[in-house]
C-alpha cells in the first residue's frame, strides 16, 4: 500500500466513523496486525526448529549407515551437537533428581 491508498483509507475511515471512533479503530487493527505477525512468526519458528530436527535425524541415519566411521563434517558437526542437546537433558534431569528431598517427612522426625 502506497501513501496515497493511506491517506484515501484514513479519509474515508475518518468519515464513516468520525473523529471519535477512528483512533479506537486504528488501535484495533493494529492489536489485530502485531497478533497476527506474532502467531505467524512462532509458526515460522517452529517450521525451522522441526525442519532442523528432520535434518538431524537424517544426518544421524547417514552416520549409522556409515558405522560411524569415515563422516562427512556436516555429519560430525550434527552428532556432536545431538551428543550435546543429549548431556544438557541428562545434566538437567540429575539435577532435578538430586535436588527432591531424601526424606520426605523430616516433620514427623521433630
Request: net charge negative.
Amino acid at each position: 500500500m502506497g501513501m496515497w491508498e493511506l491517506v484515501v483509507v484514513l479519509i474515508v475511515g475518518l468519515v464513516v466513523l468520525g473523529p471519535e471512533r477512528l483512533p479506537v479503530a486504528i488501535r484495533t487493527v493494529s492489536r489485530w496486525i502485531k497478533t497476527i505477525k506474532s502467531f505467524a512468526n512462532s509458526v515460522k519458528a517452529e517450521v525451522n526448529e522441526e525442519l532442523r530436527v528432520h535434518e538431524l535425524h537424517q544426518n544421524l541415519r547417514k552416520a549409522e549407515q556409515q558405522n560411524m566411521q569415515e563422516l562427512s563434517p556436516d555429519l560430525e558437526n550434527s552428532l556432536s551437537e545431538l551428543q550435546q542437546a543429549a548431556q544438557s537433558v541428562t545434566h538437567s534431569y540429575k539435577k532435578q533428581t538430586s535436588s527432591q528431598p531424601e526424606n520426605i517427612n523430616d516433620d514427623e522426625k521433630k
